[in-house]
């Protein structure tokens, strides 16, 4: 009880990498800038270009908003523990990072699946996809995501806020993550442990397994068109979101099932790095690469 309470947290990123410092903050600042301007690049193709204000470019607006959100919340200020050796946040600041960052991520699963279910609509029952996506089914769809996202988080986000913190305040990670900030405390985490792995069964795994649902519907439906062309056309519709999907679930797998001790601390930065710096910027590249229309659009901006 005599212990000061924290009120700010010295946030390592990577670390003291010594001469490589400089090296590694142009690295990743070039990335960010390419992330920014690659996803601005999407809404505002979207916004004036009349042939890209579909469905499912609609939703993929939605995809570079969220993209943009995760990395601005977390890319500048892991940038100048990595210029610095640290980087100073305050209480308030960590625990907004991390509302941000856990609210945007459900939103992206969620979104992900919306997309999932209008690449379901085109390509299983195409005849009725302009009467289903109307304008104000497409708005609801849009929306649900957020809303859920920024209000399931504070599950795990309000008891978060409560912890008492009177022990060490060095995170040893690339942001304000809940399990660097439940090392810190020194209030009793038990409960919310077991919360947060009871609430990331629907929030996680429910939009994991439409997804998985709406595309084995999507290759049955591939494998009766007679021609190999067919075939190929119709895939291409819906292969930079399968991509994206996988991309995304497997960097986000793969920082919550690695353990955050020892040698695998790094990896799980790396996994850290990995999924909220290198896809949002991995998504438009896939979309612009993979997508004739987004092309077409491009070269006659």
């Known amino acids: ?34 992330t920014v301007v690659g996803n601005l690049i999407l809404i505002v193709l979207f916004a004036v270009k009349a042939k890209l204000q579909t469905p499912m470019y609609y939703f993929l607006c939605h995809l570079s908003i969220s993209d943009l959100v995760i990395s601005t919340n977390i890319v500048p200020n892991m940038l100048g523990a990595v210029l610095l050796g640290k980087k100073i946040m305050t209480y308030i600041g960590c625990i907004a990072q991390f509302y941000f960052y856990c609210g945007t991520t459900i939103s992206e699963c969620f979104l992900l699946s919306v997309m999932s279910y209008d690449r379901y609509l085109a390509i299983c029952n195409p005849l009725r996809y302009s009467s289903i996506m109307v304008y104000k089914f497409c708005i609801g769809l849009s929306l649900w995501p957020w809303l859920l996202g ?22 040893d990670h ?114 612009s690469l993979r997508n004739q229309d987004i092309r077409m659009e491009l070269l006659h901006f």
Do not use: W
Not at 15 to 20: E, P
Not at 150 to 171: A, E, K
């Open 1 to 34: 009880m005599n212990q000061t309470r924290v009120t700010e947290f010295i946030l390592l990123g990577f670390g003291n990498l010594h001469s490589l410092n400089i090296l590694f903050f142009i690295l990743f600042l070039t990335i960010f800038l390419l």
């Open 150 to 171: 920024f209000t399931l988080n504070l599950i795990g986000v309000l008891p978060l806020s409560n912890y008492h913190f009177c022990r060490d305040n060095i995170i």
């Open 174 to 287: 690339v942001f304000c993550d809940i399990s660097p900030l439940q090392k810190l405390s020194c209030s009793d985490t038990s409960l919310v442990e077991l919360e947060a792995f009871l609430f990331s069964m629907p929030v996680f795994i429910v939009p994991c397994g439409f997804i998985i649902v709406t595309y084995v519907y999507i290759f049955l439906t591939i494998f009766k068109i007679p021609s190999t062309t067919g075939k190929q056309k119709t895939f291409s519709t819906c292969s930079s979101h399968l991509i994206i999907v996988v991309t995304f679930y497997g960097t986000l797998i793969a920082k919550y099932m690695i353990p955050s001790v020892g040698h695998s601390l790094i990896i799980n930065k790396i996994a850290s790095l990995l999924h909220t710096l290198f896809t949002p910027l991995f998504n438009p590249i896939i979309y």
